[in-house]
């Protein structure tokens, strides 16, 4: 008896902590929500916000069970001191608290709630992010107020947890008392089972991650998880990555995939190397003296379109544009949403299949058969990074180095002074790069910039940009979250769009029979408004300047993306029938269709990958409109995808190898 009254006693007190901890995550969702509520679309209906609260509550379920059960554990059934309840409900409201802060920086950035990009984070330079959190988004002032926030739970969960319970029944008999801690076990469990479906007693009828967007807004939908949620779901969705359950591998049918990619579909070999094998048709241009594939921080396209042309903060890229020795495509992606993904992308050839290449043994090794650098040396050239950060960030120079890159140069190996915690200033690069150019030996150079990239501590007054230009600008367009911030960060885009402009007409000028590629690593951290478009959102330019290039080299507008670039390249230079392997196809032959890891786009439509969000680019001719089949441009893209996935995951896990079995 005297076990049963503790007990009883303490699944009440259990439950009040569980009533607690889903009360104030539901709390944190409406006050979300309410804050900020210029990111849901205007036409939501008050409706649906009553539907993605109440789903999130049920999500939440699952997340208050959680906390309580390490103290129905510990304390109700092991009976270690009371106290320890209280402790974790003050370490949870802390946490929850926090993550509650932090949402707000993040859902900016990425619009999105805690997702892939955390599981990002922890492979990156952890201090540097610490470093950027305290600078640009506050996360000192955030933290005090998660801790004031934590002192007012303690005082509510204290009080309520002190609450006299109600006393055990008598039960006189043996008889009572089966009958009674009977009914407890099976209460417990069907409480249990309920909470774990998020408020349901099976899987078919309850609430998680995967199925949790129950409303038609998108941003109410990233409401519905919770921090703790949310962080599952970027824990699962990496887990399911790295064993390549991703959307489209399928390692059962690496023959076809490989078929697919292959210029000639009917190949029945057991090695990848012939599907992946393509001829040059001939070189195209005199042969460049430089090549220069220049890939900008958050060189997103949008402030290249008209719409936006009063910001004036792109007028760089597009006078070179305008000019006639100059090739542009807006129908462009980068290779996923991270810095090192587009590098790990051009540096091996290889589309993103949410595997860090760079920390696989297998990419140190041996070459991918797809690496950039083998090629341009066969043609004559010495390879080279440029990058203005540190060398050893996120093992970039080693992998570079180990898939064949000659040279590595970080900014203090050419003595530049550090402007942030990431690097220097990208006129120091540049400036670098120039005088080291040599006159006698032919060079392809990969450059990383870094300016453009928070914390943004650049003085923009002393660099000549005009923020209250931009500023009033900002104002006509509509749905801007904080035009004042977004001016600054939109500074250190027109700062890095200036320098590299200056760059490539002062290289253009030296060195007059170079080319350039000008593109951006990734877009998304910086967009025009609340609700950017897909095409806004992910796209990022393609501008091919130089000697030899024209406006028509390459067809209108074609299709590609970051593992397009080096096959491009080369059908421009390469002699003819000249041997290399690429998973993609040049420009010049572009398969129409362009992925990362969430995004892809054709000729006509941009659309998400994983969901049947679909839309038409902005640039389609509108007497072409009533002609785009929506559902045979997405079966286009999936096909082609599911079938570049496969081959990529494949070389990164197995290498060339694929045996006899699916012949």
């Known amino acids: 008896m005297k076990f049963l009254k503790r007990f009883f006693d303490g699944i009440q007190r259990d439950a009040r902590l569980f009533l607690f901890i889903l009360i104030l995550l539901e709390i944190y969702r409406a006050l979300f929500i309410l804050i900020m509520s210029n990111y849901m679309s205007d036409d939501t209906a008050t409706s649906q916000i009553a539907t993605a609260l109440f789903a999130g509550l049920r999500l939440s379920l699952k997340t208050a069970g959680a906390v309580t059960l390490l103290s129905f554990l510990f304390v109700t059934i092991i009976g270690l001191r009371s106290r320890l309840r209280l402790l974790i409900g003050i370490v949870a409201s802390f946490i929850f608290s926090t993550l509650f802060m932090l949402r707000f920086p993040y859902f900016r950035n990425f619009q999105s709630t805690f997702g892939f990009e955390v599981v990002q984070g922890l492979n990156d330079d952890l201090w540097s992010i610490i470093v950027t959190a305290i600078q640009e988004y506050g996360i000192i002032w955030r933290l005090f107020v998660a801790l004031i926030l934590t002192v007012i739970c303690i005082a509510a969960l204290s009080r309520l947890l002190i609450i006299k319970t109600r006393p055990l029944p008598n039960l006189d008999t043996k008889k009572k008392i089966a009958g009674f801690s009977a ?4 209460g417990i469990f069907l409480f249990g089972l309920f909470v774990r479906f998020g408020g349901s007693f099976n899987y078919a009828n309850g609430i998680n991650w995967e199925n949790a967007g129950v409303t038609t807004d998108n941003f109410l939908n990233e409401c519905i998880l919770d921090d703790a949620q949310a ?10 990555m790295e064993a390549g359950d991703i959307y489209g591998v399928d390692p059962n049918n690496i023959l076809a995939a490989a078929q697919i990619v292959a210029t000639n579909h009917e190949l029945t070999e057991s090695n990848l190397a012939p599907f992946l094998e393509r001829k040059a048709d001939g070189q195209r241009i005199p042969t460049p003296k430089h090549i220069f594939i220049i890939l900008g921080e958050t060189f997103m396209q949008w402030p290249m379109l008209g719409k936006y042309d009063e910001l004036l903060i792109a007028e760089g890229i597009k006078s070179l544009v305008a000019e006639d020795n100059c090739y542009y495509s807006r129908n462009f992606m980068p290779n996923g949403d991270f ?17 860090k290449v760079n920390y696989q043994p297998r990419t140190y090794d041996k070459l991918y058969i797809t690496a950039m650098a083998p090629a341009f040396k066969e043609l004559g050239y010495q390879v080279d990074f440029w990058y203005g950060g540190m060398p050893s960030w996120d093992s970039i120079s080693k992998m570079s180095l180990a898939q064949g890159f000659d040279n590595f140069y970080g900014y203090p190996d050419f003595k530049a002074p550090k402007q942030t915690t990431w690097g220097t200033k990208d006129e120091n690069l540049f400036n670098a790069l120039l005088a080291h150019l040599p006159d006698e030996n032919p060079t392809v150079h990969l450059i990383m910039t870094t300016t453009n990239h928070p914390p943004y501590n650049l003085d923009l007054a002393a660099e000549g940009y005009d923020i209250n230009a931009v500023t009033e600008a900002l104002k006509k367009i509509p749905s801007v979250d904080d035009v004042n911030q977004l001016a600054v960060e939109l500074g250190h885009y027109w700062y890095m769009d200036e320098v590299i402009t200056n760059f490539v007409r002062a290289a253009y000028q030296k060195y007059p029979d170079s080319i350039f590629v000008i593109t951006g690593d990734h877009a998304v951290r910086c967009d025009p408004s609340t609700h950017p478009t897909i095409f806004e959102h992910q796209s990022v330019p393609f501008v091919l300047y130089g000697a030899g290039i024209t406006k ?42 362009a992925f990362n890891n969430s995004t892809f786009l054709t000729s006509k439509v941009a659309g998400l990958i994983d969901s049947d969000v679909i839309e038409l680019l902005p640039h389609v001719p509108s007497n072409e409109l009533n002609d785009v089949n929506l559902t045979d441009e997405r079966n286009h893209a999936t096909n082609i995808i599911g079938a570049m996935r496969t081959v990529g995951w494949w070389l990164i896990v197995n290498g060339l190898f694929i045996g006899n079995e699916n012949h």
Do not use: C, Q, W
């Open 339 to 355: 810095t090192s993904t587009a590098i790990t992308g051009l540096v091996t050839g290889l589309p993103d299949v949410n595997i």
């Open 231 to 240: 962080l599952y779901r970027a824990r699962a969705m990496a887990k399911r």
């Open 183 to 186: 009914g407890l076990i099976i």
């Open 552 to 593: 028509n080299i390459i067809p209108p507008d074609a299709v590609g993306d970051h593992i397009s670039i080096v096959p491009t390249l080369i059908e421009l230079i390469a002699p003819k029938d000249f041997a290399y392997y690429s998973i993609a196809p040049s420009l010049f032959h572009s398969d129409g269709v």
